[in-house]
């Protein structure tokens, strides 16, 4: 099974500034089955990026994806007060789906 | 418009099982898989299976295999999950997800969640 590791755990940061969030793989994951995913208190997750680098239907272009191989990072240019909330990798291989820990990005 | 509607939350006791539906309308039931995800209090998300609506063939987590049956009723447009022998720590939410199919594999619609308790 195919673990991914987020980091960091939380990131502490001001509405306009900038948010890096890394997804590592335990072993190589397919660009096209690498998915980011947003969940604020109380909610379902949404789904944010897909394939990697692409947005989904309506999401904003203040977020991007980028990686490949094991190495993923999802970036919020300039973070709104409606983004702070849990982020989560995801990856498919093999029949099977798994989800990173979350990185939580707070207010400062 | 896409609904993914699950039922209520619910109550069990140590042992006992629980079956949670997930309602869904808007599009092809059919043609689209429906996985089940779960998430205990404050913590992150869990992938348990999914099961293909129109086969009812289905690929179950390791984790939960001889725990977990996933079923549909097309009749219906509705997909279940029926998890056996609860522990106190099932006590999670049990979130419904379609898999958007085609050459991708991720999930564009989530239900409500579903929070189960496991009490004694």
């Known amino acids: 099974e195919i673990v991914l590791t987020q980091s960091p755990g939380t990131l502490s940061l001001s509405p306009g500034e900038r948010a890096a969030l890394s997804c590592r793989a335990s072993?190589?994951?397919?660009?096209?089955?690498l998915t980011w995913y947003q969940q604020k208190p109380g909610q379902a997750p949404r789904l944010l990026v897909y394939?990697?680098?692409n947005r989904a239907t309506g999401i904003p272009d203040r977020f991007s994806g980028s990686g490949s191989g094991t190495d993923f990072t999802l970036t919020i240019s300039r973070l709104e007060p409606e983004d702070f909330a849990v982020y989560y990798c995801?990856?498919?291989?093999?029949?099977?789906?798994?989800f990173g820990q979350g990185t939580k990005v707070e207010i400062k | 418009q896409v609904q993914l509607v699950q039922s209520g939350a619910e109550v069990k006791k140590p042992g006992a099982s629980v079956k949670v539906s997930c309602k869904a309308s808007?599009?092809?039931?059919?043609?689209?898989?429906v996985h089940w995800v779960r998430q205990a209090p404050g913590q992150g998300l869990e992938w348990m299976g999914r099961?293909?609506?129109?086969?009812?063939?289905?690929n179950y987590a390791q984790k939960f295999q001889g725990r977990v049956t996933m079923t549909r009723d097309t009749s219906i447009n509705t997909a279940y999950m029926e998890l056996s022998r609860l522990t106190f720590d099932d006590t999670v939410v049990y979130y419904c997800?379609?898999?958007?199919?085609?050459?991708?594999?991720?999930?564009?619609?989530w239900g409500q969640g579903a929070l189960v308790t496991v009490s004694s």
């Open positions: 072993q190589s994951v397919s660009s096209s089955y």
């Open positions: 995801q990856q498919y291989g093999s029949s099977s789906w798994t």
């Open positions: 997800a379609r898999e958007v199919g085609s050459s991708w594999n991720h999930f564009d619609y």
């Open positions: 394939g990697a680098s």
């Open positions: 808007g599009y092809s039931f059919t043609a689209y898989y």
């Open positions: 099961i293909n609506p129109n086969s009812g063939g289905t």
